[in-house]
Structures are given as C-alpha cells and as structure tokens.
C-alpha cells in the first residue's frame, strides 16, 4: 500500500501542477489574443469614455500576471466584484462574472454541466457495452461472415459523422417508427424515467459514434494477445477456445480501453456540442457555442477550463484503473 499511496499522491500532484499551466494558457491565450478586451466587452457603439469605465472596472490596465494571480486567488477564496453601485461576492471556486449578463459563471456552469454530464455517462456505458462486445464477437468469429460484416459496419461508423447518425436516428426511430419521442431534456430530480426516456437517443447516438473505435481498439489487442507465447501455451494444455477469448484475450485490450475511455469521456463532455444542438440539450457545449458568439470571454474561459479538467480528470483516473489493474505501474 505504500507504493500505491506514493503513486495516488505522485497522480494527484501532476493533476494539480497540470491545471495550473492550463489554467495559465487558457487565460493568457483569451486575454492577450484577442486584442482591446474592453471594446469586445462593451461593443462597438461604445465611446471611448465608456470603454476607459470598463477598462477600470475590470482592471485591465493591471499587469496580465497580476490579473492572472487575481483569478487563481478567485478560484482558491472567491472574489469581489463591483457592479457600479454595490459589491457582490463570487464565492470560490469562482471564474469570474459574465460580462453579457452579470451572472456569475461558476452559476452558470452549474447549471448547464448535469445535462452534458447526463449525456455522457449515459453514452459511456452504451459504448462500452457495444464497442467491446462488437470487438469480441468480432475476434470470435474471425475468419467468418460476422467479422466481415462488423468490420464493416465499424469502418461505416468510424467514417460517419455523429450529426449524421443523430438525424438518421431522428427520421427513423421518432418520425417512422415512432418509438421514441422528440427528445425535450428532463430533469433527473423531477421525473428519473422521462429523464432516462429522453435521452435514450441522444446517448444512442454519441455511442454508435464512439463504440466503433473501442470495437477497433479491442479486436485489435485482443488479436495481438491471442499471437502471443503464453496463449499457445494454454491452448497446448486444453484450455477452451472460449476461455482463451473471455478470460486471457480479453485482458489484454483492458489497457487501451481504458485509455481511450478516459481521452474520449474527457473531450465528450466538452465535445457533444453538435448532440446538444441537434437535440435541443441545454448543456454546457451549446452554451459555449453562445458565449463564443456574443465573445463573452469569462464564460468561455471559466468553460474551457471546466472541461480541460475533465480531460484531466479522466485520464488521472485512468492511471489508476492501470495501478490497479497491474502493480507493476505503481512501481515505475
């Protein structure tokens, strides 16, 4: 267990040394980049008294790393505001206050991350379900029809675009068949079955798209470990072809699957924009979109950083699945 401590610790301290520098190239990348902030902010009918105003307000005459270590203390013990008329508290963690509306983005993000993040874990358990089942069944019929015929269905979803299977879905499943209503997001809190109900399509969707890589990703580690030394070995003692597949082929495609479970969760989160726009979802994706549009740039860095946590997240977390899975990570 000492070792294991030592690695969660060692994972821990990157996670957080590697949020700092994103959080620091996010800032500086939004705002040095975009040139006269307090013109973007203000709009292009302001004069050049109100742009001076809004340039104090948000102190942007203030050396950049001055502005940057008040938005790291922002996150860390929260951060007064001044409205003009009063002072109002952004309590930690706090990004910053939404130029276009006045809101505080941590409240904004708040309320847009369930759907996005409902979205997600449903599709993660729909794609690993399909992608590793596609990919095993695949390598159990090897040499015959149904690996013909799954290759080809996977190579089909790795080359259609994910708004393209949305709307095939759509067209079918809703409009023809009728078995699924137009999805209109649900609340969890206020009705679990309507929530699940109108989001089975959206998950179907983002699933169909990612399950074809895990179904690659797994029929091939699973071929490259049925190649190896000791899978000869078992087969020269009797074990059965289906204990080869599910219990020792199997193994070896944990690895992969679970990095490319933790890339893919990570960018979904923040990637499903054209699944929240296709289906109407109130995610943090679509109002990303927004924020670009109308270049309110505290929501669109508080957002950015959001979801580069995530990334981060996933794949920290995927590093200990691996120490887990194999002690032999904890020791390297």
């Known amino acids: 267990m000492n070792g294991l401590a030592g690695f969660l610790v060692r ?7 590697t949020l700092i520098a994103l959080s620091a190239i996010i800032y500086v990348v939004f705002y040095v980049t975009p040139g006269n902030v307090a013109q973007i902010t203000c709009g292009p009918r302001c004069s050049p008294e109100q742009v001076r105003q809004v340039t104090e307000q948000l102190r942007l005459d203030d050396p950049l790393y001055l502005r940057y270590w008040d938005f790291l203390q922002g996150i860390v013990v929260g951060h007064d505001y001044s409205t003009g008329t009063s002072v109002e508290h952004c309590s930690a963690p ?8 006045g809101q505080q983005v941590t409240e904004t993000i708040l309320g847009k991350l369930p759907v996005s993040l409902s979205l997600v874990f449903g599709a993660m358990v729909l794609w690993l379900i ?14 015959r029809f149904t690996e013909r ?21 759509m067209i079918v499943v ?20 309507q929530w699940a109900w109108n989001l089975l399509l959206p998950w179907l969707t983002l699933a169909l798209a990612e399950a074809a890589y895990f179904a690659r990703v ?5 071929l490259e470990t049925l190649a190896e030394d000791h899978i000869r070995t078992f087969r020269a003692y009797g074990v059965g072809e289906r204990a080869v597949i599910g219990r020792h082929a199997l193994r070896g495609a944990f690895a992969p699957v679970i990095a490319l479970n933790a890339n893919d969760f990570g960018s979904a989160v923040g990637g499903a924009v054209l699944i929240e726009t296709l289906f109407g979802l109130p995610g943090i994706g679509q109002e990303l979109v927004h924020a670009v549009s109308v270049v309110d740039l505290p929501v669109v860095v508080g957002m950015v950083l959001v ?4 990334v981060v997240l996933a794949n920290a977390v995927a590093d200990v699945l691996y120490a887990l899975a194999d002690r032999r990570v904890v020791l390297a």
């Open 11 to 17: 994972r821990l301290i990157g996670v957080v040394l």
């Open 174 to 193: 809703c409009g023809q068949l009728e078995l699924l209503p137009f999805p209109q997001y649900v609340n969890f809190s206020d009705d679990p079955e």
């Open 307 to 310: 979801i580069g946590f995530f």
């Open 94 to 101: 706090c990004l910053g206050m939404s130029y276009q509306t």
């Open 149 to 169: 015929a799954l290759t080809a269905v996977t190579l089909a979803g790795i080359a259609m675009p994910v708004f393209v299977i949305g709307l095939l879905l």
């Open 218 to 222: 797994t029929r091939t580690s699973m």
């Open 130 to 143: 399909l992608g590793v089942g596609t990919g095993v069944l695949s390598v159990w019929r090897r040499g």
